[in-house]
């Protein structure tokens, strides 16, 4: 499948930020803006020690005190697994969770195609670990720990939904003996499939490498590796994306109802891919964008609160 120009206007528009480090700073006063190394110890199958490529890391976005609630999601910006939309996939989501009272880490993971499977899900996966595993220092709670993925960022967040584990109580390392399942799943226009014909094939690329065996293709397509384990998901998706398909989010929808996951699907008219929480990228034209796909924001807010995630106790 032939990149749209929407991803290409996507891509160009990312393509600056491939080396950048998300910084929440300036978005609330009691945000701390602090990015950290997610292996201080040394990053797994590294290349190198470059910073900007070979140095995964979490930025910590914490929101008001009073506002706080105690639930945490990790921010996965897309990009096709080529670059990181961190401006908007990244800094304002994590914005808008503070204003909720929910602390953001916005995830920098390792990307195609210097890197290929399973580096990035040991980036999230360890993303999710840390977060739990610090669960106190940032007066969070440990069972509600949410990731959200945006594109190729939410294949990532799906992929850390479907392939996780619980953790190695014997590591030496203390973040390596929790879980790295995360608590819920919010994919916003969601690459899921790897296989033809709904695949972004430059994700699949990025991910995999030109040639990929076919059973690792088959065990990265999400939708086939949904379990009764998989967590509730929020999915979000436009009619008219060409980008990514909604074929991606309604496959996963049908794989959650099939194991009995709770999901809520919603899938807007108008609006083509890459939007974001809905203003999209500085060149969009105001055609580019949708009305009802603004919606969702509030609409997850909804759903957030409904999963106990806005409230200090975690009543529903």
Request: with cysteine.
């Amino acid at each position: 499948m032939r990149l749209s120009l929407t991803m290409v206007r996507w891509l160009v528009a990312g393509a600056s930020m491939i080396a950048a480090t998300a910084d929440c700073r300036g978005a609330d006063p009691a945000t701390t803006g602090e990015t950290i190394p997610l292996w201080p110890g040394g990053v797994p199958g590294a290349l190198g020690t470059d910073p900007a490529r070979d140095v995964p890391t979490l930025t910590v976005c914490l929101p008001d005190p009073d506002k706080a609630t105690g639930g945490a999601v990790v921010v996965c910006p897309g990009g096709g697994y080529g670059v990181l939309a961190v401006d908007h996939e990244g800094k304002q989501v994590a914005d808008w969770l503070n204003q909720l009272g929910l602390a953001a880490f916005i995830l920098k993971y390792r990307l195609g195609p210097r890197y290929h499977h399973p580096a990035m899900l040991q980036d999230a996966g360890r993303a999710i670990r840390t977060v739990r595993a610090r669960a106190g220092e940032w007066q969070l709670d440990p069972d509600r720990i949410a990731i959200l993925g945006f594109s190729a960022g939410g294949h990532l967040a799906s992929t850390a939904g479907t392939h996780f584990d619980t953790g190695r109580p014997e590591h030496e390392d203390a973040i390596e003996r929790v879980s790295s399942r995360p608590n819920r799943m919010i994919l916003v226009y969601p690459v899921i499939s790897l296989e033809p014909p709904f695949a972004h094939a430059g994700s699949r690329r990025n991910l995999l490498g030109e040639k990929p065996p076919e059973e690792l293709v088959a065990s990265l397509s999400n939708e086939t590796q949904v379990t009764p384990m998989t967590p509730p998901t929020f999915l979000v998706h436009t009619n008219e994306d060409t980008a990514v398909p909604a074929e991606n989010s309604l496959l996963f929808a049908l794989a959650l109802r099939k194991a009995k996951i709770p999901v809520e699907l919603h899938v807007f008219e108008k609006g083509r891919h890459g939007l974001g929480l809905g203003g999209g990228l500085p060149n969009f034209k105001p055609t580019d964008l949708s009305d009802g796909f603004k919606a969702w924001p509030g609409l997850c807010e909804t759903w957030l609160r409904g999963q106990g995630f806005l409230n200090k106790d975690g009543a529903k």
